[in-house]
């Protein structure tokens, strides 16, 4: 199995709402990453999880929340977001040693209206 | 200047053809490097990790520089399906931070017939 699944595929919210995007992998991967990404950019990284502990947070805006909840999960709670928010929200896992390449998920398309 | 460099192209081929896309990166302290590729609307996926000595893969060769900080994707014999965005990826380990994967901004290819 070298798969990170991501859920939902698709996303539409109001900026009022509480939503949260979900990312599963069983590679026994024990980083986990967040990226954002927009419409002919590359990804930018948000939050990096090493060992279900939060080591990287990029200055992202607290109405961005990401929980580990086990070494498999990966969630990222979002509230009262705004419209440049919607974007595609891709989810990553990797061993955490070595040269090792990342798995990424399908990604969320997440529109903010 | 961004950590990780790349032209953003399009590079606009025939089918057939020969072509080189280069990544720069500032921070010597870069440990494994890679070159992925993303369909539109689609998430990155691995087209091959880049080693120090070069690797090939078939069509696709990928060279490293160190000294220069720069690493490098050949394709032989471009196909139509090759048309896609290269993403040279870079990644840091640190104790503090774990691991960081960092992107360049994509090389957009077109193969034409």
């Known amino acids: 199995d070298t798969e990170v699944t991501q859920t939902p595929k698709h996303l539409v919210m109001g900026m009022t709402n509480k939503k949260s995007l979900k990312c599963e992998q069983h590679?026994?991967?024990?980083?986990m990453y967040w990226y954002k990404q927009k419409a002919k950019k590359p990804p930018e990284l948000m939050f990096v999880y090493s060992y279900e502990k939060l080591s990287i947070n990029e200055s992202v805006p607290s109405r961005f929340s990401p929980e580990c909840p086990n070494s498999s999960l990966l969630n990222l709670h979002l509230h009262a977001l705004q419209p440049e928010d919607s974007a595609l929200y891709l989810c990553a896992s990797r061993w955490t040693g070595g040269g090792t390449e990342a798995f990424f998920g399908q990604g969320t398309r997440l529109t903010v209206v | 200047r961004k950590e990780v460099e790349q032209d953003p192209g399009p590079f606009n081929v025939p089918e057939g053809a020969t072509v080189a896309f280069n990544c720069t990166y500032s921070?010597?302290?870069?440990?494994?490097f890679f070159w992925y590729r993303q369909d539109c609307r689609k998430e990155p996926k691995l087209l091959m990790s880049?080693?120090?000595s070069g690797n090939e893969d078939g069509r696709f060769t990928a060279q490293l520089n160190r000294a220069s900080q720069y690493i490098s994707l050949l394709i032989r014999d471009s196909k139509l399906s090759d048309s896609a965005t290269y993403l040279c990826v870079v990644n840091r380990e640190s104790r503090n931070a774990g691991n960081m994967l960092t992107f360049g901004g994509g090389t957009r290819l077109m193969v034409k017939p």
């Open positions: 880049v080693y120090s």
């Open positions: 921070n010597s302290a870069s440990q494994s």
């Open positions: 590679m026994g991967h024990r980083a």
